[in-house]
Structure formats: structure tokens, C-alpha cells
């Protein structure tokens, strides 16, 4: 029970010692992390008493688990301080200048390369301290594997009889366990303690470096490297000196000039007359050209008020023919329902025509046929008439016998059935003017037959010629929608070249357009198209000057945008050299 509670004493203040790195090292967001880890478990205490050793095989585990995220955190930190070194000494290296530099140069040169010096023992510290940190890993997982297989044998020695014995033995290995791990956590300090001096050292040697720095471009100027200075061959002169030697030089020069100024006073005189005579001609020339351009100003600024005047114009215009397109849009719907009423009533009449044409042509055919059988009737009568005149003729003289007489009667009978007389009459076959009243009643119905099919031949004339006047009718209609189409294209194409023309400027004294639209549009459309060339002319010359001017507002943009990015990179630097000297200054005071 005391080897247990002086391990835990002796975790915790492994785990001190291991948190106080917080105060020289800069941390990153994970070591930040892991170090409120710490501080967590420096708050919680730890069980007094730990009678079973599966809590300290899990508060090892745990244990083992802070030290390997500390050790990769500390990786980080190296990586990022080797990096930021790298980048210093190609900054070095790139900027080498041959400059003459005084005495004071030479020392802080050689204080560089000192420093320089250190920092590479420094890394190459760093880096035993990180093959002891991975030996030490190595050293932690087997002790974690043998406490794992320590634990299994507990296992099994509790299944056994002799598990006390087992016990006392697995007590004493465990406590030789324990002196090691202890020997392993004072290595561990120890290792730790030489990693943050060494890091201690680091950053002191790296505010030595800076400050030399800052002496060297306070002597020397900037974009100086100390490789650049120590190749140089040659004695250095300091800045007092040369600063004299420089007076000595203007003395000299200021002799040779009052001597050289009394023999060229009169050149320089006659000089600056001329010089003066040409700078007011050239006066004179600027004032002459100052007024033309004033005029040119002037001339500019009318031409402009005019071009407003004209495009208001244009726009009043536009407005005017955009009311007349409206009004003539519905006046092409309301043509446009007359000819829809027009054909439908056209379709309609040509349809009674069709129908009356057919019931004529039925009555015409039924007059036919009934023409036909009348025919027909009247040559059989007309045969029978011929045949009872001969034999009215054979009977008068007494030829024909009494039977004929009655064939003769009964045959009588049939033919008074065609008669327009009434059936009942009885005939005497004395009477041979019967079938000339026949004849001439045959006659008759065909003559009124004649007259019938006279008049059908009338109305069909006067249905062909209404037919011909409804035809002749259509084909004004379509003429006049043929040309009704054509003059709302024209207004359709009028109305595109003035939609063209409406973001432009128009042509200076445009009339408005007159209701008519025959005469004056055929005689205004050659005028009205060169116009319209004028002004997409005059579009095209306003486009171009506008891109140079988007052009030249884009190039200025862009030199804004470098100004801009030039200034918060110059802020950017100062805030991290700002940053890098006050966090030199807290690692000096800790």
C-alpha cells in the first residue's frame, strides 16, 4: 500500500513538471488543448488509497496516453521552428549585397555566425532529445505490454489453489516494476527538463539573433546577409570617415565651381535670355492652344445640348409611334374579326348555293325523266294515232269485222286512261277528232314541260352568276388582306429599326409620321433608311468609346487591388514581427 501511494505521489509530479513546459514554449491549438488536459488532472485528486492494480494499470494507460500527445505536440513545435529557420536562411541567402559597411558590420557578423552556430548545436540537441523521446515510447509499450501479461496471470492464479502464493509473487514483481517505471519517469524529467532549457536557450539565442539583425539593417540597410559581408575581401571603412572624405570631395568641387562660374557667367546670361524669349513663345503657344481648346469645350457642350434636344425629340417620337402601333393593333384585330366574319359568312352562302345547286340538279334530272316518259307517251299515242286513222279509214269502208270493233273499244278505253279527260266519259268510236284533242293535250304538256325546264335553266343561270359575284367578292377580300399583311409588316419593321434606334440618338429634325400610309411612306423610306445607317453609325462609334472607357476604369481597379493587397501585406508583416518580439520578451522574463 505505500509503493502504491508513492507511485501516484511520484505521477503527479511527473505530471507538474510536465505542464510547466507551458510557460517557454509557444503552443499551438492541440498543445493548448493537451495542457488544459493537465491542468484538469492537477485539480482532480487521485484515490488515497488504490487497492486494486487494474485502476493503476488504467490510470498508467491514461498516463501513457498525455505523454505520447505531448510528444507530438512537441514534434509540431519543432517542425514549425526548423521550417520557420529554413525560410530565414533562404531569405539570408537570397539577399546578398555587395555594400560597403563600416567596423560595426564586422561585429555583428560575427556575432550572427555565433548565433548561428548555436542554433544548429541547438537542433542537433533537439534532435538526441527526440531519438531519447521515441527510445523511451519503446520502453513504455513493452512495460505496458508485461503489466498486460501480469494482469492475465493474475487471472489465472485466481482460478487456482495457489493463488496466494502466485499473489505475493506477482506483489514483489509488480514493485520491481514500479522501481523501474520510477527509474523511467526521473529518465523521462530529466530528458524533459534538457529539452526545455535547450528550448530556452533557443529562443534567447533567437532574440540575440533578431536584435543583431535589427543592428545590422539599422547599420548597414535592408536585404544585407551576413554570407553576403563575410565573402567580401577588403578592409571596411566605418561611416564618419566616409562621411568626411564625401565633405573633402564637395569642398574641392564647390572651388572648382566658383572658378569654372567666372568664365561662363556671360554664356549663361545670353543662355537664360534665350531660354526666357523661348519659354514665352512657348507661353504664347499654350495660351493660343488653351483658347482652341476652350472653343473646341464650347462647340462640344452645344453639340451635346443639341444631341439631348434631339433624343428627347426621339423619345417623344417614339412615344407617338408606340401609341399609333397600339391603335393600328387594334385595328388589325378588329379587320382581322370583319374577314373571319366575312369567310364564315362566305363558307355559309356557298353552302346554300352548293345546296340549292343540288336540289336544282334533282328537280332538273326528275324534269328530265319525266320529260322522257311524256316523250315516250306521246310517240306511242302518236303511233296508236296513226294506226286507228287507218283503221277509221278501213272502217269506213267496211273492211273490218265486229270483233275488230271490239278490240278496237277495248284499246280505246286504255288510251283514255292518258287523257286529260276524265276516265268515266264514254267514247263513240264514230268520233275521230278524240285522238286529235289527244295530240294536242299531249302537245301541250310538253310545251308547258319546256316552259318548266326554261325556268329551272333560268335559275341556274342566276345561281351561277350569284356564285360568280360571291367568288368575285372572296378574291377583293383576299386582296385587301394581302395588302393589309403588307402594311403591318412594314409597321413590324419599322417598329424593329425604332427599337434598334431607341438606345441611341436620333436623327435631328425627324416629323412625326402622318396617319396616311401610302404615298408618304413610300416616299420617306429611302429617307428614313439612311437616317437609320447614320445613327447605328453614330451607336457603333458611342459602343467603342465606351469599352475604352470600361477598359481603362478595369486597369484602374486593378492597380487599386495591388495597392491594396500591397498594404495588408506590409501590415501583415509588422503584426508577426510584432508578435515574434513580444513573445521573445515573455520567454526573457520566465
Known sequence: MPNSKDMNADLINDLNDVCDFEDTVTWSKETIEVTNFHNRLRTEKLPERIVFPEEL???????????????????????????????????????????????????????????????????AEIEVFKTKCKTLEGTLASKMAELENLKHELARSKETPESRNSTEDVQSVSKEDEDKIKILTEKMQQVQTKLYESKNAYASLKQEFNKAQKLLCSEVGENVTVSGLSSQLGGWRGRAEQIRLLQQKVSELQLKLSEYDGTVKGSSEKERRQQIENSAKELRQAEVALETYKRKL?????????????????????????????????????????????????????????????????????????????????????RKLEEREIEIDKLRDGIIPEDSKQRVHLEDRTISNYRTSPPNTIRNFNEPNE????????????????????????????????????????????????????????????????????????????????????????????????????????????????????????????????????????????????????????????
Open 57 to 123: 494499470n488504467t490510470y498508467l494507460r491514461d498516463r501513457i496516453r498525455d505523454l505520447t500527445a505531448e510528444n507530438g505536440c512537441l514534434r509540431r513545435a519543432l517542425e514549425e521552428t526548423e521550417e520557420k529557420l529554413r525560410i530565414t536562411k533562404e531569405s539570408i541567402t537570397k539577399s546578398q549585397l555587395p555594400i560597403t559597411l563600416g567596423k560595426s558590420s564586422e561585429v555583428a557578423a560575427t556575432k550572427i555566425i555565433e548565433l548561428s552556430k548555436k542554433c544548429r548545436e541547438q537542433t
Open 298 to 382: 464650347e462647340a462640344s457642350k452645344a453639340r451635346i445640348k443639341v444631341l439631348e434636344n434631339e433624343l428627347n425629340t426621339t423619345k417623344a417620337n417614339i412615344a407617338v409611334l408606340n401609341e399609333k402601333r397600339y391603335h393600328d393593333d387594334h385595328l388589325i384585330e378588329a379587320l382581322n374579326s370583319r374577314l373571319k366574319s366575312a369567310e364564315n359568312k362566305y363558307q355559309e352562302r356557298e353552302m346554300d348555293i352548293k345546296n340549292k345547286e343540288e336540289k336544282l340538279e334533282r328537280e332538273s334530272i326528275v324534269l328530265k325523266n319525266d320529260l322522257q316518259a311524256a316523250q315516250i307517251q306521246i310517240d306511242r299515242l302518236t
Open 435 to 590: 285522238y286529235v284533242t289527244m295530240a294536242i293535250a299531249a302537245e301541250a304538256e310538253r310545251e308547258r314541260l319546256l316552259e318548266l325546264v326554261t325556268v329551272l335553266n333560268r335559275r341556274l343561270d342566276k345561281e351561277r352568276n350569284d356564285a360568280n359575284n360571291l367568288i368575285e367578292s372572296l378574291q377583293n377580300e383576299q386582296s385587301k388582306v394581302a395588302k393589309l399583311e403588307s402594311k403591318l409588316r412594314k409597321l413590324e419593321n419599322e417598329k424593329a429599326g425604332i427599337s434598334k434606334v431607341d438606345s441611341g440618338y436620333r436623327v435631328r429634325n425627324l416629323k412625326s409620321i402622318s396617319g396616311s400610309r401610302t404615298s408618304e411612306e413610300s416616299a420617306n423610306a429611302e429617307q428614313i433608311h439612311f437616317k437609320l445607317e447614320l445613327l447605328e453609325e453614330e451607336c457603333l462609334a458611342l459602343k467603342a468609346r465606351l469599352n475604352t472607357v470600361q477598359q481603362d476604369k478595369a486597369s484602374d481597379l486593378e492597380i487599386y487591388k495591388r495597392m491594396l493587397d500591397q498594404a495588408r501585406k506590409t501590415f501583415q508583416e509588422a503584426c508577426k514581427n510584432r508578435s515574434q518580439a513580444t513573445a521573445s520578451r515573455s520567454t526573457v522574463t520566465v
